[in-house]
Structure formats: structure tokens, C-alpha cells
């Protein structure tokens, strides 16, 4: 891991997050900042350069979704059929529920962003297919 992304990713990688492994294309890393139960559920999560995660949909029967709050690296967002968003430290992601998306590192760069889940009634997430290697080599 390069000295300087360790240096901004002040809340640190975490640990491997091998729980959600299999919803992701390369590896990724946890670190809670708040105990599971709390609202809103807040996490650093940290990207290897090439990871991503699958498209995904954030379910509510209202509020719900997501917040991105980018903290280190670069990286990518996108929302179905939209053209991806690049991302880098200060960047702010508002993600409203139900809108297929996904979010992930570039090619040649380490990512961390906040990842807060934001309270809503009914709530769930679904994952959804990988990101194609063709469209995510495109960027």
C-alpha cells in the first residue's frame, strides 16, 4: 500500500472484508466507526486499485439509500445507464434508495470512502451482477 494514501486514509483500512467477498471484484476492507445498531452505520471502506463492488440497489419504502463521503484515493461511482462519476478526497456521493449502482477504485489507485447508511423504513440491500471487466477497463 502506498505511504501516502496510508497518510489520507486517516480512519485506516480495517480488516479484510471477507463477509461481503463474494460482492466484490477484487479485495476490500472494513473498519466500523460505529457499532452495528447504531443509525446511521457509518464505515470506512477501502478498495485495492481494481476492486469494485457489483451493482447493487439500496431498498426502502422510504429514506434509505446511501452516502459516500470520499476520504482518500480515487475512485469511480456509477448509476445504471448514467455515465460513471470520478471520485477523489472531498467528494460527496448521495445515493437515493432503490437506484442500481456501483462504486469501487480506479485501475492504478487505492479508494477509501465513508460509507453511511442513511435510516429509512423497510430497508434492504439487494446485489446484483459484476461490473464487466470490459466496461469497468473502459474508464
Given at each position: 500500500?502506498?505511504?501516502?494514501?496510508?497518510?489520507?486514509?486517516?480512519?485506516?483500512?480495517?480488516?479484510?472484508?471477507?463477509?461481503?467477498?463474494?460482492?466484490?471484484?477484487?479485495?476490500?476492507?472494513?473498519?466500523?466507526?460505529?457499532?452495528?445498531?447504531?443509525?446511521?452505520?457509518?464505515?470506512?471502506?477501502?478498495?485495492?486499485?481494481?476492486?469494485?463492488?457489483?451493482?447493487?440497489?439500496?431498498?426502502?419504502?422510504?429514506?434509505?439509500?446511501?452516502?459516500?463521503?470520499?476520504?482518500?484515493?480515487?475512485?469511480?461511482?456509477?448509476?445504471?445507464?448514467?455515465?460513471?462519476?470520478?471520485?477523489?478526497?472531498?467528494?460527496?456521493?448521495?445515493?437515493?434508495?432503490?437506484?442500481?449502482?456501483?462504486?469501487?477504485?480506479?485501475?492504478d489507485?487505492?479508494?477509501?470512502?465513508?460509507?453511511v447508511?442513511?435510516?429509512?423504513?423497510?430497508?434492504s440491500?439487494?446485489?446484483?451482477?459484476?461490473?464487466?471487466?470490459?466496461?469497468?477497463?473502459?474508464?
Amino acid at each position: 500500500m502506498d505511504k501516502q494514501f496510508e497518510k489520507e486514509n486517516l480512519f485506516g483500512i480495517g480488516k479484510e472484508n471477507s463477509g461481503f467477498a463474494k460482492y466484490f471484484i477484487g479485495t476490500s476492507y472494513l473498519n466500523p466507526l460505529t457499532p452495528q445498531g447504531v443509525s446511521p452505520f457509518l464505515a470506512n471502506v477501502t478498495f485495492e486499485p481494481g476492486c469494485r463492488n457489483n451493482w447493487h440497489i439500496h431498498h426502502a419504502a422510504s429514506g434509505g439509500g446511501q452516502l459516500l463521503l470520499c476520504i482518500a484515493g480515487e475512485g469511480w461511482y456509477q448509476e445504471w445507464g448514467l455515465p460513471a462519476r470520478s471520485l477523489k478526497p472531498g467528494d460527496v456521493v448521495v445515493i437515493p434508495a432503490n437506484v442500481k449502482h456501483w462504486h469501487g477504485a480506479k485501475k492504478d489507485s487505492w479508494f477509501s470512502h465513508i460509507a453511511v447508511e442513511v435510516p429509512g423504513e423497510n430497508t434492504s440491500n439487494e446485489w446484483l451482477e459484476e461490473v464487466e471487466d470490459e466496461d469497468y477497463n473502459a474508464l
